[in-house]
């Protein structure tokens, strides 16, 4: 900030030097606010209002929550606030969720993850009927190494039906659908650009994953992409201009799929190998980095965008939201959680991989009873191999019921939803001992979601530290009521929060002695 000439007539306040007035004048970020000195040329203070007469040493404009993250982001996609509602499996994040968002110019993704094909069908009309021609919208695609087919399903879905953005998350290495997914429809615009039909966003936790989505589609799969008619000619070398997406959200400690590794490291170094790639491909238009994982409240949200987030995508406090496809049962112990509450469990769509995800352990034995599982199918080879002692003991403790029932409700879903799963289990009994145990963990997440309340030690809630440290910051407020926690109000609170304590930052950058109240931010009312 320069020094200002004042050509005001008021003079500098003798308690723009106390905390009590700095305090204040830190949360009124949506007026200019002027750095002045004392007489003796050592106190700094501020003062809101015209610029006062005396030592006025710099002024901060106003700050407002939309201008935080990039703003090629807001203008890509339709948005006035650079903040995501995350795809929550199995429909928790809601098609009443992603409207809403939609409404208040934010963006949301519904949580397709999980789901059979005709309830992602029906929730992408659904959409489509509501949100017509908005852009700011989403549904998820998820990678699926055992449902293959099923992957490529969804993505001729949200293609056809022109989902105008999709988010692809839990890829391990490009598959041809989501690279299908983000090639299809690309055109030259009038300005010779790439045009992209279908806006991709890439939520990735590693950087060699991150790599792959900030680089062009392979080759060899655009030309395969070709060879099978899925793809022009032109489409595919218009692919090999451009990153599979442009942008590409760093998932830190989450809830459900993650790797547990901390924002302020993978975000810096996502960051720095986007500008290397971006420089290698000679990219013509921004690659922008997103921040999601641990974002429950505006301290973290503000220190996401420090670290240069040009967005943020909050997922586990909104299972708490009321348009959240959860029962109040589940909810009411995610606000139970603190920020240890939670375990590392297997995941049911890639158990025989041995990935893991995050998962409340508060008040539920999911993670336990998974991992009892997961054990057992390291250990043998098939059902009739397990110990009868062990035997006894997961079907009495955990699955309540026999491996020979589990099989048969496990053998009628398949027949709806994969016939070719049942032959292959009767091929290979590690696979029906996998299908087998994938019933429980499949089936502890509707639980949760129907609020089964004979299994609700069984609930699997996908959970992050975040929801603790949510529930810690609105304690004693009205949000503490999940009855008022709308998945917009949240949103505009953690937005407001993160501005204040933006605007806190940079005063203190300028030697402002601030109170500790400046750093904080209490959500009241509607935002």
Not at 306 to 332: F, I, P, R
Not at 390 to 400: G, Q, S
Not at 489 to 507: D, F, K, N, S
Request: glycine share 10%; charged share 20%; with cysteine.
């Amino acid at each position: 900030m320069s020094v200002l000439t004042a050509s005001g007539s008021s003079m500098v306040p003798p308690d723009a030097f106390s905390p009590d007035a700095i305090a204040a004048c830190v949360r009124h970020i949506r007026e200019p606010v002027h750095l002045v000195g004392g007489p003796d040329g050592r106190e700094l203070g501020l003062v809101r209002g015209p610029v006062p007469s005396g030592r006025v040493l710099g002024t901060l404009p106003p700050l407002y929550p939309e201008w935080l993250g990039g703003r090629t982001f807001c203008e890509a996609h339709g948005l006035r606030f650079p903040y995501v509602a995350g795809e929550m499996a199995n429909g928790i994040a809601t098609t009443a969720m992603v409207a809403a968002m939609a409404r208040a110019d934010m963006l949301g993704f519904f949580g397709a993850g999980g789901l059979g094909y005709p309830e992602v069908e029906r929730a992408v009309h659904t959409l489509v009927r509501e949100l017509g021609e908005r852009r700011n919208w989403g549904v998820n695609l998820i990678h699926s190494p055992a449902e293959p087919e099923l992957e490529s399903r969804v993505a001729e879905l949200l293609v056809r039906a022109g989902v105008p953005c999709v988010s692809a998350s839990a890829y391990m290495e490009l598959t041809p659908a989501v690279v299908w997914c983000a090639a299809r429809g690309l055109r030259r615009g009038q300005d010779g650009e790439v045009v992209r039909r279908t806006r991709m966003l890439a939520k990735v936790s590693r950087p060699e994953v991150a790599e792959r989505f900030l680089s062009p589609a392979p080759a060899a799969l655009l030309d395969a992409l070709v060879a099978r008619g899925r793809l022009t000619r032109e489409e595919a070398d218009l692919a090999a201009r451009v990153p599979v997406a442009e942008d590409v959200t760093v998932e830190a400690d989450s809830g459900g799929h993650t790797d547990n590794r901390p924002l302020s490291v993978l975000l810096p170094r996502i960051a720095a190998l986007r500008d290397t790639l971006c420089a290698r491909f000679g990219y013509r238009r921004p690659v922008r980095i997103g921040a999601a994982g641990g974002l429950g409240t505006p301290d973290a949200v503000a220190a996401a965008f420090a670290l240069g987030a040009s967005y943020v995508v909050v997922g586990s406090v909104n299972q708490t939201a009321v348009e959240a496809g959860l029962s109040d049962e589940a909810k009411a112990m995610l606000c139970e959680a603190d920020i240890a509450d939670v375990a590392m469990a297997p995941a049911a769509d890639m158990f025989e991989l041995g990935v893991r995800l995050q998962v409340l352990s508060r008040g539920t034995m999911f993670a336990r009873r998974a991992g009892r599982l997961h054990a057992a199918y390291r250990a043998h080879g098939s059902l009739e191999e397990i110990p009868d002692a062990l035997r006894a003991t997961l079907e009495r403790d955990v699955l309540r019921a026999s491996f020979d029932e589990v099989w048969q409700w496990t053998r009628a879903f398949w027949e709806r939803r994969d016939p070719a799963e049942i032959a292959r289990a009767q091929a290979d009994p590690k696979h029906r001992m996998a299908l087998v145990f994938r019933w429980y963990l499949g089936s502890s997440s509707r639980w949760a979601i129907e609020g089964d309340t004979s299994r609700r030690a069984d609930y699997q809630i996908w959970c992050g530290p975040s929801m603790g440290s949510f529930n810690r910051w609105v304690a004693g407020t009205p949000l503490a009521d999940p009855a008022h926690r709308d998945v917009v109000t949240i949103a505009l609170h953690l937005l407001e929060g993160a501005a204040v304590l933006t605007r806190a930052h940079q005063l203190r950058s300028h030697g402002v002695p601030l109170p500790p109240e400046s750093f904080t931010y209490v959500p009241g009312g509607p935002a």
